[in-house]
């Protein structure tokens, strides 16, 4: 069974940090591609960062050069660093682990942190 458990969420004052952490278990950590993923009341859930099994990241416009995705494979988590914090950073976080297998593609999703940025 595959779990993956956010921690780090909380209030945070505009330009302040926080650090998400997401730990899985249940899958072959390495070989999946991990995301992290918001949601704000009445809006879609949209891609913040990824992090390939290569280490090949890609990120949201409008987080480039304030947020960091890392993954530590023998640890078996994936990291958000978020410098710089904004008020419309505020949302659900959500990690989020993908994959192909056998050519079907497999999303798994942690439950989500709040990450609440105040002005």
């Known amino acids: 069974q595959v779990q993956l458990v956010e921690s780090g969420g909380g209030l945070v004052q505009a330009g302040g940090s926080l650090r998400l952490s997401c730990a899985a278990s249940g899958l072959i950590f390495s070989t999946n591609t991990m995301g992290w993923y918001r949601q704000v009341p009445g809006k879609q859930r949209e891609l913040v960062a990824a992090i390939t099994r290569y280490g090949i990241t890609n990120y949201a416009d409008s987080v480039k050069g304030r947020f960091t995705i890392s993954r530590d494979n023998a640890k078996n988590t994936v990291y958000l660093q978020m410098n710089s914090l904004k008020p419309e950073d505020t949302a659900v976080y959500y990690c989020?682990?993908?994959?192909?297998?056998?050519?079907?593609?497999?999303?798994?999703w942690g439950q989500g942190t709040q990450v609440t940025v105040s002005s």
């Open positions: 989020n682990a993908r994959r192909l297998s056998s050519g079907q593609l497999l999303d798994y």
